[in-house]
């Protein structure tokens, strides 16, 4: 549970990158798992080494990864994500200066 929640912040912090949420939506999902006691802030991992273990994932079709993100709150899609490095890069970002 703690993985997807940490998870679930940063796919929020993916949609935001993308324009399908705004960072309102971003600190209401994070609020909510704080609220719940669960962690919210991602480890400290080099962005390659979990880059190559996201590689390994269930959700990679044919080398390309697939992320549930949200759009707003009460809503998603299935997205392709063909080169997640520098969206990554950009969402944790985005994270630290929240």
Known sequence: G???????VVAAAVSWELGLCDRHDVLELR???VQLGLPVTPP???LASVLEVMSRDKKVKQ???QMVLNRGIG??????IADPEPLLAAALERLTAL
């Open 31 to 33: 609020d909510l798992l």
């Open 2 to 8: 703690e993985a997807v929640a940490i998870g679930m």
């Open 63 to 65: 080398g390309v990864l």
């Open 44 to 46: 400290a991992f080099d």
């Open 75 to 80: 809503d998603c899609l299935v997205k392709d």
